[in-house]
Each structure stands twice: as structure tokens, then as C-alpha cells.
């Protein structure tokens, strides 16, 4: 597993089904879940849509 | 890592402090509790509550993991390691008091006390020395009790036992909802947690409590956005569950892990420090699995310890009720160097955050 930077460590994936390529979220040593993308884009797409939508009141 | 930079992005961040201006009751205090270190620490040392209308308070509810394992389980470990077994455990444990001594004390008595980075970690040491007798010390909330399910179900070393201190959060979230004199509003959610056990586990706050609760994540805007969604619902008079962190938490969770979990444990009452007893709080080997469990096999059994030393306040601090700065104790006699409560000992604790940034202050 690399965390990036260069720092590779041995990870246990067990609870996740990850591929090679795929983002991961590590708790102490093990892969707890695989983080999606698509919905990390989403939420800064949500967060501006957010901040646009509505105008503030005074 | 462009899009890391984007979660953190001071502009951005700046606009959502306005929506929340804009959306916060003009009068009245607002309370909204977190229950994760990994959120006090992002909103103690980014400053997000300096960003926010002095009527919205952010406070940090039981979210260390660390903190609330009660001294009676601290003790257990300690008699283990002084009967001759090697215990393993987290770093952060070490120097958790406990009635009379912390793992470290033990350690100083000459006894084998290590630390690990992971479970996994504590089954290679014991597989390396199949002549000695280890334990592990398993604390950690439902992000960490899959580990700990993972190898037992994996059928370790027969020199490896488990002590085993999980505990479950949407227990002492209830339990913080039903304290009426502590009037919160809102919660934000722990985000890692959420990744096991999924949205769905908090539908009771909003439905049974009234209260609005959004999972979040741990980049400052992450966080800022929790506080926005949580404000917009409350002046909507609609509380509901949302999920802000939904880049890495489903509604159904990580299914994988809680069936791991539920083969290997069971679910009991725990004490947890400084709260007291909350039902169905605490995972422990099931029957099925009661061969690894180091209470039986090393004989170690402690019913009461003394969670709270004189003079701390740390039951008060986990419930948010009081700031660290408002303990005497604080940055005076309870230092990150010499803890005298639990939470100024782990980097996920209140105390030990406030102290971190307010050394970080004086320097600057």
C-alpha cells in the first residue's frame, strides 16, 4: 500500500474488496473501506452548488 | 492531489462561514456535538470555531476511544503483564491511568509490555515466540473492533489471547441525546465509524430525538459543511440524517466487517470512564470464541477501578459539559507529559488536543 509521498506500508485488506489502483481509507493497519471517486467529486460539486444556490438574506 | 488541496481551500471555506452566519438563529445558543477525536482535532487546529456566530457552540462528546476504556480494564491489562504475559497494545494506551498504575508504570516494573501499529502486528510477535504468552489489549470503537475480528477469526497463535475493550458509539450518542441538561441540537456523525456501520445506525436520532445528525469527514470543509447541514435543518424545523462524507460511507456500511464482527462477538453492557454503565455498549468474545479470551486464560478479572483521580475533571470534559481550559487541573498538574485524567493522554483526547494547540499558540 502506497500512502503516498513514498511512504509503502503492508496493509490488510480483508474487509474491503480492492483492486489494484483503488483509493482505501486505513484504520491500524487494515483497509476499512475503498473510497469512491465519483462521489469525492460529487461532494465538491454539492458544496458549490450549495454555496451558489441560494444568495444570502441581507 | 489537487483535489486534497480543494477540501481544504481557504476560499471556500470563507463562503460556507458565511452561509453559516446567514443560517444560524439569530438568538439562542445552538449546541451541536461531535463524538471523534479525528473531528476535535480537525476543528481545534484549524480554528473552525472561531469561525463560527458566538451563539453556535461545536462540542466533543465521548469520540475518543482511548479515553473512556475505565481504569478497571486498564488494571486488568496491567495484572496481566505483571503475571508474566506480554501485552501488546496501541500506543496511545500506554499511559492511560489506571487505579493505581498505567501499562507504562508496568513496563517501568520490568515487565514486557509492546506496542503495535496494528492486530496484525501482535500476531506476528506471538507467532515469533511460540514459548511465551501474549495478549492483546483491544480498545477502539467500531472502526477498530474489525481488525480485532478479522484475526481472531483467523485462527492466531495459540500463545495469543485477546482482551477485548471495543465499544459501540450510537449507545452513548443516545445517552447524551436523554441528558437534558446538556440540551443539544445536533450531531455530527464520526466519520470513520460510519464507514462500518453505515448511515443507517443513526436513523433513531433524528426519528426518536428530534435531532438533525450528518456524517462528516475530516478535511476542515468536511466539517464546515457538517455544521451548515445541521444549522439548515434545525432552521428548517426538519430534522433529519444526511450524509455529507458519502465518499466513503453507504447506507448499509461496511457489511464485510459487521458480519466478521458479529461471528466473533457478542454485545454487553460496558463501563465506559467517566460516563458509567451504558447497555449494549461493549463488544466481548462470544462463546464460540472464549478460548482467546485473555480473562479466562490468565484468570484476570477486575469489577471496579478508580476512573476518576482526585481534582480531574475528565468525566465532565468527555461530555462536553466543560472546555479542558475550564478544568484546575489543566496545562497546571494534568500535563500531556504527566496526564492525570485519561484525556489528556491520547492524541485523540480533548485535553491532549487543547493542550497541543495551545502549546503551538505560545510558540507562534
Known sequence: MDFGEGVLREVNVTLVSAKVGDYVLVHAGYAIQVLDEKEAKETIQLWNEILEAETPKN | MTEKLRFRDPDLAKRVAEKIHDVAPKEGVVKICHVCGTHEWTITHFGIRSLLPANVEVIAGPGCPVCIVPASEIDEAVQLALKGVTVTCFGDVLRVPGSKMSLLDAKAEGTDVRVVYSVSDAVRLAAKEPNREFAFFAVGFETTAPSTAVEIQGKPPKNLSFLVSHRIIPPAMKLLAEMEDL????????GHVS???GLKSYEIFPQ???????VAGFEPLDVLFGIYMILKQLSEGNPRLENEYKRAVSWEGNTKAQELMQKVFSVVDGNWRGL?????SKYVLNAEHAVYDAHLKHDVKVEHGADIQHGCKCHLVIIGKIKPTQCPLFLKACTPQKPVGACMVSVEGTCRIWAREAAAESAS
Do not use: C, D, E, H
Not at chain 2, 183 to 190: D, K, R, T
Not at chain 2, 208 to 214: A, D, E, I, W
Not at chain 2, 276 to 280: D, F, H, V, Y
Open chain 2, 183 to 190: 440540551n443539544l441540537n445536533g450531531f455530527i456523525a464520526p
Open chain 2, 208 to 214: 426518536k430525538y428530534g435531532m438533525p445528525t450528518v
Open chain 2, 276 to 280: 458509567g454503565t451504558i447497555s449494549s
Open chain 2, 195 to 197: 464507514t462500518i456501520i
